[in-house]
Each structure stands twice: as structure tokens, then as C-alpha cells.
């Protein structure tokens, strides 16, 4: 049940933009986004609902599409503080616990 | 500061010992998530408590056993530690029992205990 994320890894230069993806086998009530600098717990981005509206944060949004139960988050003109590790987390069904992905680390480099 | 506390910050120990954790919630949430870190494998869900009952558990080893007390903190034991048992374990809080349906959205994460089985 842990959903898959790609890239493992990806590195960017300030400026550019990245797209990292979450995908899952089973049907997805609700797709979650954290990151988790070098050192630090994981905190907080956004949450996207079944049926809900694209999110965004900063320069930083996702997407969540329920056909082909993906989520997507976007990261555009990508900062140093934007690097660490992006997990997703799944919701299976209401009230349930979030099963996370192995994580996409992100370096931004200038 | 995500207002979650937990103790240790680091520990160091044998095969065969056990081990408590120790994690205080946020002030106010009802519900208390534990996190299994290891490098391979993200963040792995042990067992969730709200308001002192067990709501959901995990991929959480018999040999590993929480439980949250009346003012709210929980303890992870991990007992008969093995190689494979070093980690990094988070505590999360919520204010509800869910993440999703009902429920605020976010999980905040406590610093973490390192385990480090020698």
C-alpha cells in the first residue's frame, strides 16, 4: 500500500523548476505533501482532497488526480530552501492513517 | 517548533535491551502517531493512539508495544532490539483522530529519537 514517488532524487540549480510524483494502486481519498529538511522532522505542506481543488503554497502547488490516482507537486524557480526530502502520504479511506512514500530528495544548488 | 516533544534525542544501545520513548503532544491534540525512519524504507507507520485508546495500527513488530497515557503522552517500548531496529522514530500529534475526513490535514512531527543498536 505504500505509494510510489519519482524521482528518487533530482537536483536543480535556483531557478529552474520540478515536478515530483506520487502514485498509488489502490483509490486514494486523500493525497498529503511534507518536507523534511537535513536533521529536521518532517513538516507540513498541503493536503489535496478526493474531489478537491489543485493546492498551492508559496511557489509550491500540487495536484491530485483521481482517475489514475497520481498526485503531483510542482515546485517552480526552485530556492535553496527548497531543498530536502518531499514525502506524499496516503489516505486510503477516511480515518485512516497516513502511509508514506520513500521520499524524493531535492537539492537545489546556485 | 511543531510544540511535539520527544525524549531521547539519541540513544545508544545493546541487542537484546529495550528501550522506552518518550513523546509529548502538541498542547490540545487527542491523537499521537508513532513513525518508524530508517533510509531505505521513508517513514513507516507503527500505531496511532487518540484520547488514550489505540485507533490504528501499523507495520509494528510484536516485539514493539506503545500505549498514551492520561495527560495525553505516549511511550513507544522496543524491546529485544535487534540490528535492524536502528532508526530514526518520529512521534506526530494531531488535534483529531484523522488526517483526512474531518480532520485539520496536518501531522506535527516531533525532533525524533535516534535508536542506534550496536
Known amino acids: 500500500q505504500q505509494p510510489v514517488q519519482s524521482p528518487q532524487a533530482v537536483i536543480l540549480r535556483e531557478g529552474e523548476d520540478a515536478v515530483i510524483n506520487c502514485s498509488s494502486s489502490?483509490?486514494?481519498?486523500?493525497v498529503h505533501w511534507y518536507r523534511q529538511k537535513h536533521g529536521e522532522a518532517p513538516v507540513f505542506l498541503m493536503i489535496?482532497?478526493?474531489?478537491?481543488e489543485q493546492k498551492g503554497h508559496e511557489k509550491i502547488s500540487a495536484s491530485f488526480n483521481e482517475k489514475k490516482q497520481q498526485s503531483s507537486l510542482y515546485l517552480t524557480a526552485s530556492q535553496l530552501s527548497y531543498s530536502g526530502t518531499y514525502f506524499c502520504?496516503?489516505?486510503?479511506?477516511?480515518?485512516?492513517?497516513?502511509?508514506f512514500g520513500k521520499g524524493t530528495r531535492l537539492s537545489v544548488i546556485a | 517548533d511543531s510544540g511535539v516533544t520527544q525524549t531521547p534525542k539519541h540513544l545508544i544501545t545493546a541487542t537484546g535491551q529495550r528501550v522506552t520513548l518518550r513523546c509529548s503532544p502538541r498542547?490540545?491534540?487527542?491523537?499521537v502517531y508513532w513513525y518508524q525512519q530508517s533510509l531505505d524504507q521513508g517513514l513507516q507507520f507503527l500505531i496511532q493512539?487518540?484520547?488514550?485508546?489505540?485507533?490504528a495500527k501499523g507495520n509494528i513488530l510484536e516485539r514493539f508495544s506503545a500505549q498514551q497515557f492520561p495527560d495525553l503522552h505516549s511511550e513507544l517500548n522496543l524491546s529485544s532490539l535487534e540490528l535492524g531496529d536502528s532508526a530514526l522514530y518520529f512521534c506526530?500529534?494531531?488535534?483529531?483522530?484523522?488526517?483526512?475526513?474531518?480532520?485539520?490535514?496536518?501531522?506535527?512531527f516531533g525532533e525524533g529519537s535516534r535508536l542506534t543498536v550496536l
Open positions: 506526530a500529534s494531531s488535534l483529531t483522530p484523522s488526517t483526512g475526513t474531518g480532520g485539520t490535514g496536518e501531522l506535527f
Open positions: 498542547s490540545g491534540d487527542l491523537s
Open positions: 489535496l482532497l478526493k474531489g478537491g
Open positions: 502520504g496516503t489516505e486510503l479511506m477516511g480515518n485512516t492513517p497516513l502511509v
Open positions: 489502490k483509490a486514494l481519498y486523500s
Open positions: 493512539y487518540y484520547n488514550g485508546e489505540e485507533r
